[in-house]
C-alpha cells in the first residue's frame, strides 16, 4: 500500500517509523513538513491513502483537497468534529472512503469498551458517582480531547442517571446530572485519561496511559489498512473490532 502522509509533526514521523520498520507498505508523499509548506498534490494522487495528523485549522481544507483526488483518508486530527456532516457530504460526493478517530490508539480502543463495560456494570447498583481527568502534555491544541469526549459519550449512554457532559470550569457545586471531565495540560504526558467510580464504600479507578505515540501511529496504519479498498465514512471505534479480530 502506498501512503502519503499530511503533516511531519511527532505523529506524522512516529507513522513513517512504524511504516518503515513494517517493511509492507511505502511512504509517496509527505505534506507540510514545516508549517510554511502546502500539500504535496503531485505526489498525494499517487497514494492509495492518505494519512492526516495536521491541525483543526487546516484539516477540512486537506479533506476538500485529498478527497477531490479520489484518494481515501485517514484522519488522526482532531478538534474539528463540529463539521462532521460537511465531511459527509463531502466523503459522499468524492466516491471515497475516510475513517476519522478521536485515538486510534489500539490499548484506548479495548479501553473504550472497558468503560462501556464498567458503567453498565457499576450503574447497577446506588451509591456510586462517576468522574473523568484527562492529562496531556503542553503542545496538545485542544481541550477537552476528543478521547476525552468519546468516554464521555459512552459513560452517558451507559449510565443513565448522568445526562450531561460537564467540561468547564465549576465554580459552583457540580450537579447530580452532570458528568465532571476536567482537562490538565502540562509537562511531557502524551495523553492519559482516567475515570473514576466512586462511592462511601470504596472506588474503581480505571486508567489508560500512553507511554508514547507508537500505538497511535500503529493503530492509524490498521486503518489505513482498512479503508484502502472501501468507500463511505467510518469511525475507528465503530471498525476496531473488525480490523482486529
Known amino acids: 500500500m502506498k501512503i502519503a502522509l499530511i503533516g511531519y509533526g511527532k505523529m506524522g514521523q512516529e507513522i513513517e517509523q ?20 502546502t500539500l504535496d498534490i503531485d505526489r498525494i494522487k499517487n497514494a492509495d491513502v492518505a494519512i492526516d495528523f495536521t491541525s483543526p485549522e487546516i484539516v477540512l481544507k486537506n479533506i476538500q483537497q485529498v478527497s477531490g483526488l479520489g484518494i481515501n483518508m485517514v484522519v488522526g486530527t482532531t478538534g474539528w468534529y463540529d463539521q462532521l456532516s460537511e465531511v459527509e457530504k463531502l466523503v459522499e460526493k468524492a466516491n471515497i472512503g475516510l ?51 468519546k468516554l464521555g459519550e459512552i459513560i452517558l449512554k451507559n449510565y443513565p442517571s448522568k445526562k450531561i457532559l460537564q467540561t468547564e470550569k465549576l465554580d459552583r457545586p457540580v450537579k447530580p446530572e452532570e458528568l465532571h471531565f476536567a482537562s490538565v495540560r502540562g509537562g511531557r504526558n502524551p495523553g492519559r485519561h482516567e475515570i473514576a467510580f466512586d462511592s462511601k464504600a470504596d472506588e474503581i479507578r480505571l486508567i489508560h496511559q500512553a507511554w508514547g505515540r507508537k500505538g497511535f501511529a500503529e493503530g492509524a496504519v490498521v486503518a489505513a489498512e482498512f479503508i484502502k479498498d472501501k468507500k463511505g465514512l467510518y469511525d475507528f471505534s465503530e471498525i476496531f473490532n473488525e480490523v482486529n479480530k
Open 18 to 37: 512504524v511504516v518503515r520498520a513494517g517493511k509492507k507498505h511505502e511512504i509517496v508523499s509527505v505534506s507540510f513538513r514545516t508549517t510554511s509548506d
Open 99 to 149: 475513517v476519522f478517530g478521536q485515538n486510534f490508539s489500539i490499548g484506548a480502543n479495548i479501553f473504550f469498551d472497558i468503560i462501556k463495560y464498567a458503567s453498565n456494570q457499576i450503574n447497577r447498583f446506588e451509591g456510586y458517582d462517576v468522574f473523568g481527568v484527562e492529562t496531556h502534555h503542553t503542545g496538545k491544541k485542544d481541550s477537552p480531547s476528543g478521547t476525552a469526549k
